[in-house]
Each structure stands twice: as structure tokens, then as C-alpha cells.
């Protein structure tokens, strides 16, 4: 049968999507060249022949990708690339019969470029290491390929991902306002509590940790969640307004919803936070601040990938549109999965709650869902701010807020935060959580509520 290999679209302004993904982590000509021979033919000695490097400079290119994404497998990082490059929409991907192969088959296929070995392909799809083997062998004869690696390359553009299940269903609400735009928010209730908003970070949509929310029911409190200016339904806002924009969305739902006063906890979104209290003073009261993200010149340290890519984002501002475009690909449930655990394997809590808690993800899945699906304008244009320095000024006498920053945070420097946001925030008292993460709204939503509390 003919080779069918993954498309390589162009992405934006007649860029190609090996070129974003170079910028997105600054690779080297030389990774970047391996990049476009592993993907075009699945195999380093193939890609040696296709690229003309030498050997020994594409195994030493080899190494740098694999620390540079955090995989460890040849057949793995090919996976990781191939989705990547193959674009955003999975409906123009082949089916499993372009390749003649079972369902078993494919399935045993698309899994070489997602799972670390056979025994894990066992485990995950239910049958016997013995019946992976029989069924490879099978594999590379209908595919007329001789590497684990090619047959990734060849498949991993028709790979798709079953949904994950949710904990809770999402509250779906939304509101429409005079001047034509669309806000979407979701309301957890109970109508008699005292209501709290829930902001969202930049990364995510408005749907918070569910444990979060049960928390804060449990102690009295009533929460929401809104997305801000082009964040999943929510319409876009003008240029350079969003923040302001998005407190004025706050108001008119606090309003829609007979709330005349709320308390506020911000996952990352200080600026957003900020900006909030100044713009509708009369409407927040207590705050807490979780993780509260940093002016760009206090991030000096790239950890992982995430780290890499913010960094890059500051570099290139502009770029920030095509990149998350020809990245947003690869947001299928088991990469994103996947794509955590390398993003956070120098952070311990982060990592065993990944690994440990499958809630824990599918929050997460749920509240990036969006990204997935095209919807960015709101994500670019908060990095883009962030990239170009957006800063507030210092507030002081804010005695009832509270900062809770985790130890083992990763993108910014904890402490470096921290010093930025004391001179913001004078008089607001920080709780430092010593076994938690980026992800601490998910891992200790008590500590959070116990911080807008006391």
C-alpha cells in the first residue's frame, strides 16, 4: 500500500507549523531539521539520509529533543511532533481504514506514540503483552514499515482520543448584553450563599477545580465562575481592554444575578484580579490571591516546557497568535494528559497529582476544552499583554486579602513573585504552601477557603 504522511498545514501568514513550533521552543537549526526528518520519515537513520546530517549530530539532536519535551522515547516524540504539526482539526485526519488495519490494530498503533512501552499498551487497552507482539508483527507488514517510529509517523495524524469523564457537569449559563456581546458563566449556587466569583488563569476557561467548588458550599459560599473577554463563549473585547472589559462583564453578571456585593478567588490572574477591585470597587470584597502571576521581568527562570514557551511568548509577542494556533493541535485528552506530567515532572505535587487523581485532570481537560476547539482570542490576547509588560500599580491597606502562593510553583520563581507582589499589595499577608504547586486550587481547595475565610 502507498505511505499516507501526516499533512504539514501552514498555520499562519504562510507560515508552517515546523517554523512555530521552532519559535514556540527555540529550537536549534539543528533540532529543527531532525524535527522535519523524524516527522517526513519516522526513523533517525531515515532522517540522517533525509536531512543530510551526520549520524553522530542527529543522535546528539535526538537527545536535545527528548530533554527539551521530556519524553524519553524515540517513538513518543515523534507521536509528540506529528500531532503537533498535523494541526488543530481532527476531522481532516484519516480514518484507520486508509491503512487496512483492525480496530486493534490502530488502536495498538495510535498508542506507540502516547504510552512508554508494550506492557503499557497492555494495561491500557485490556489484552496481553503477547497479543501487542503478535499484533505488531501484523502492524508493520500491512504498514510495510520496520520501526516503532514510522509506524507513528504514519498514524499519528488519524489518532483520537475518547472523552474524558467529568466529575460535575458544568453550569451553562449565559448572558446577553445591550452592546451585542456575549458573556458565559456558570452559577454553582446555593442562591442563599454568599456568593464568591472564581477567576480563571490565562492558560484555562472558567471551569474551576470541583473540589474548589464543593468547599466553598460546604462553608456557605456561593460560587461562580465567569469567562473573561474571548475565554470560550464569552465575546471578544477591543484591543488592549480586556481586563477592563471583563469587570464590567463581573458587574453586569453580579447585577443579572441580583448580587450586589462578592468576595473573590483569582487561580494565577492577579492582574485580572486587580484590575477588578479598582475598576468596581463597590462590588468585590475579600480576595484571595492563588499562585498570582508575576510582571514579565520578574520571570527569569524557563522550567519545562510551559516555561520555554511563556519565555518565547516574551520574546515575540506577535508570534503568540500562530504559535498557540499551531499548538492547540495537540489538546486531545491523553496528550494533555501526557503533556502535564512533562510539563510538571520537576514539581513532586504537581506530577503525583497528575499521575494519582484522575478528577484532578479532568477538571483541567475541561477548563482548556476550548483552546482545542479554536477558541484563543482570549488567551492571546492576556500573553500578549503579559509579554508586553502590563503592570498595576500598588494598592495598599489591603489587610483583608490574602496571597497563597505554593513552594513548588513552576513557571515564575516563587519568591521572585512574591517580592513583586508585596510591593503591589503592601499590606496583604502571603501564605506560603509548602507541598503544593501550580496546581494548588486543585490539590488544597480547603487552604484556599480557609484563606478568604480567616
Not at 501552514?10 to 531532525?34: E, I, K, S, W
Not at 456561593?222 to 471578544?236: H, K, N, Q, V
Not at 518565547?312 to 499551531?326: H, K, L, Y
Request: with cysteine; hydrophobic share 45%.
Amino acid at each position: 500500500m502507498g505511505v499516507i504522511a501526516p499533512p504539514v498545514a501552514l498555520a499562519h501568514a504562510g507560515v508552517d507549523r515546523l517554523t512555530l513550533l521552532a519559535h514556540a521552543y527555540a529550537l536549534t537549526p539543528r533540532q529543527a531539521t531532525l524535527t522535519r526528518g523524524l516527522t517526513t520519515t519516522g526513523s533517525l537513520r531515515s532522517a540522517v539520509r533525509a536531512t543530510g546530517l551526520s549520524y553522530h549530530a542527529a543522535r546528539n539532536a535526538l537527545a536535545e529533543l527528548k530533554a527539551k519535551f521530556g519524553i524519553a522515547g524515540t517513538p513518543m516524540l515523534i507521536g509528540h511532533l506529528c500531532a503537533v504539526l498535523a494541526g488543530p482539526d481532527p476531522a481532516h485526519r484519516p480514518h484507520h481504514d486508509l491503512f487496512d488495519l483492525t480496530e486493534r490494530q490502530y488502536r495498538i498503533a495510535a498508542a506507540l506514540g502516547v504510552a512508554k512501552d508494550r506492557a503499557e499498551i497492555a494495561r491500557g487497552l485490556g489484552i496481553s503483552p503477547a497479543v501487542i507482539d503478535a499484533e505488531l508483527k501484523q502492524i508493520y507488514l500491512v504498514l510495510g514499515v520496520n520501526e516503532a517510529g514510522e509506524v507513528v509517523r504514519l498514524v499519528s495524524a488519524a489518532t483520537g482520543d475518547e472523552e474524558v469523564d467529568v466529575a460535575h457537569a458544568l453550569p451553562d449559563a449565559r448572558l446577553d448584553l445591550p452592546e451585542g456581546r456575549t458573556v458565559s458563566y456558570s452559577d454553582y449556587g446555593p442562591p442563599g450563599g454568599r456568593p464568591v466569583l472564581i477567576l480563571h488563569s490565562t492558560i484555562c476557561a472558567r471551569a474551576p477545580p470541583t473540589r474548589l467548588v464543593e468547599a466553598l458550599q460546604a462553608r456557605g459560599f456561593r460560587p461562580l465562575a465567569i469567562d473573561r473577554p474571548g475565554f470560550d463563549r464569552t465575546s471578544p473585547a477591543e484591543a488592549g481592554s480586556g481586563y477592563v472589559q471583563a469587570a464590567s462583564d463581573a458587574l453586569a453578571v453580579a447585577s443579572a444575578l441580583g448580587i450586589v456585593r462578592l468576595d473573590v478567588i483569582a487561580r494565577g490572574s492577579g492582574h485580572a484580579a486587580v484590575v477588578l477591585a479598582l475598576a468596581q470597587p463597590a462590588l468585590v470584597g475579600r480576595m484571595v490571591l492563588v499562585n498570582p502571576t508575576p510582571h514579565i521581568a520578574c520571570t527569569q527562570v524557563d522550567n519545562g516546557p510551559l516555561g520555554a514557551v511563556k519565555r518565547r511568548f516574551s520574546r515575540q509577542p506577535q508570534m503568540v497568535e500562530a504559535m498557540i494556533r499551531a499548538l492547540a493541535g495537540f489538546a486531545t485528552p491523553t496528550r494533555m494528559r501526557d503533556g502535564m506530567i512533562r510539563s510538571f515532572r520537576h514539581s513532586p505535587p504537581d506530577r503525583a497529582l497528575i499521575e494519582r487523581d484522575p478528577r484532578c485532570v479532568a477538571d483541567y481537560l475541561r477548563a482548556t476544552r476550548g483552546f482545542a476547539r479554536g477558541r484563543i482570542a482570549g488567551y492571546v490576547a492576556e500573553q500578549v499583554a503579559w509579554a508586553s509588560g502590563f503592570d498595576v500599580g500598588a494598592m495598599p491597606g489591603r489587610s483583608d486579602w490574602r496571597i497563597v502562593q505554593g513552594r513548588h510553583y513552576l513557571l515564575h520563581e516563587p519568591d521572585a513573585a512574591i517580592e513583586y507582589w508585596r510591593e503591589r499589595l503592601p499590606d496583604t499577608p502571603v501564605r506560603w504552601v509548602e507541598d503544593a504547586g501550580q496546581l494548588l486550587a486543585y490539590s488544597h481547595a480547603g487552604t484556599v477557603v480557609d484563606a478568604l475565610i480567616d
